[in-house]
C-alpha cells in the first residue's frame, strides 16, 4: 500500500541510500505552492477535524494544553471509532441519549472519562438530545463523513489501482493519502457520529439544580462554591427519564461474538497496513530513496505499527470499552504524539523543498532524470547536427518571391501527441534560417 517509487539507478549499482533532488530555481508560482499546500493538508485537517468532538466539562478545572493535545493524535481519533461501533454492535438497547454520550469527551474531577458507566450517568445533564438513535442524512456529521470517504475513495484508487503514478508523481499535495485512505476506518461508525445535543457544564450562565447523588457518577462533581451553571435541563424539565433503574449496564461482553467480530474488523487492516509499510522502510538494490519517501515510510511506520501495537494491547488487556484512549494523559503517549507531529511537519518540509513541477506539468519529488517516468513517452535532446533538433515552421514572407520559406527553432520543453507519417523534402539550409 505504501510502496515507495523512488528515482531509479538503471543498471549501475547503487550509489547512495537517499539522494536529495532541491530544485533552490523552481518554477512553481506562489498560487500554484498554495494550491499544492491545500491539497496537501486537506486529508490531514479533516481527518482530525471530524475525528475530535466536543468536549463536556463536569469539573470546573480545565485540562492542560498537554492533556488536550493527545486528543488530536490519529491514533486517539481511530480509537474512537472503534469503541463507538463496538459499544453500538454490544449494545442491548440503544436510544438517543447512549448515542450522544458516546460521541462526547467528558472531562471530569479523575481526568478525561469516556466509560460506559459515565455514558449511563451523565443523562441527567442532557439539555439537548438527538431526535433519533442515528444521525440524520442532512447534518454535518454526514457531509463530514461525505467528504472523508471521497478523499479514501481517491487514495484507494491512486495507491491501490494505480500506484506507479502516485509512485513516480509523489509530491506535497499528495503525500497525505494514505491518512485519507484509513479515514475510511470512520465507515462503521459513521450512522452513530452526531454533534446534535449538550450538556449542562461549566461553560454556561444559568443554575441548575443540584443533582441526587443516588444518580450521580462519583466521577461528575458539583462543588459549592463553584455549582454547575446552565439551562434547566431535560430531567429539570420533566421530559427524560433518569430513574435508577435505567442506569444499569446493558450491554454484551467485550467477548460476546459481536466484540471479537468488531476489534477483528479494525484490528486487521491495521496490522496489515503496519505490516506493508514496513516492507517499505529499508532501501532495496537499484532503487534511490528521495527525502520525502524516507521520510513519509518513517511516518506512516510509526503511526501504524503504534496504532495496531496499542489497540492490540488494551484489546488483550480487557480495556477496550472506553471511548477515550486509556492511554490518553500517560507521559510515553504524549511524547509518542509530539513525535508523531515531528515527523508529519518534517515530511511537509522535505516535500515542499523537493517538490518539483516537471514540463509536462505534473509535479514531483525526483530528480531530473525521473522525469520521462513521471511524463511518460520520451526525451529528444535539440540538436543541430543530427537527429531531431527544434521545431520547423512555414513562415509567410511579404515582397519577396518565393512567399514562404521554412524556419527552424531550437526548441526547449515538452510536447505531448504522438508522431505520424513523415513528409519529405529536400532544402538549403543556412544559419540565417536557424
Known sequence: MFTVYAEKAGSAILRRAVDFSFQPRNNIDFSEWIALLTLCLAPLVLHIVAGVPTTTYFEHKRPQWHDQITLYNPTSIIWRYFVITDRRVRAKSWNAEDMAASNTLFWTAKGWDGSESIMRSSRVFLTRIPSRTRIS?????????????????????????????????????????????????RLPAAIWLTEDYSYADYNTDVKIPQVPASNRDSNVRQSEDRPFTQPKTLRAMGLLDASPSLLVKSEYAAQNW?????????????????????????????????????????????????????????????????????????????????????????????????TKKTPCGKHTTLGKNSFVEVCGEKFFNASTTEGLFGVAEWVTVPMQVAKTRMELHKFDGWCSGKLESAVFFSANITASTL
Open 137 to 185: 442524512f442532512f447534518s454535518a456529521t454526514s457531509a463530514k463523513t461525505l467528504t472523508i470517504t471521497l478523499q479514501g475513495v481517491q487514495a484507494i484508487y491512486c495507491l491501490l489501482v494505480r500506484p506507479l503514478d502516485w509512485g513516480v508523481a509523489m509530491a506535497i499535495d499528495s503525500i497525505f493519502f494514505p491518512l485519507a485512505l484509513l479515514g475510511l476506518l
Open 258 to 354: 459481536r466484540g471479537i467480530l468488531v476489534r477483528v474488523l479494525f484490528l486487521l487492516p491495521l496490522a496489515g497496513f503496519a505490516l506493508t509499510s514496513l516492507c517499505f522502510t529499508f532501501p532495496r538494490s537499484g532503487v534511490i530513496f528521495t527525502v520525502t519517501a524516507l521520510c513519509l515510510n518513517l511516518f506512516y511506520t510509526v503511526f501504524l505499527c503504534a496504532s495496531a501495537t496499542i489497540l492490540s494491547a488494551y484489546i488483550i488487556l480487557g480495556r477496550s470499552t472506553t471511548t477515550i484512549i486509556p492511554c490518553i494523559t500517560s507521559c510515553w503517549y504524549k511524547v509518542y504524539t509530539a513525535f508523531l507531529g515531528l515527523l508529519a511537519f518534517l515530511l511537509i518540509l522535505a516535500a515542499a523543498l523537493e
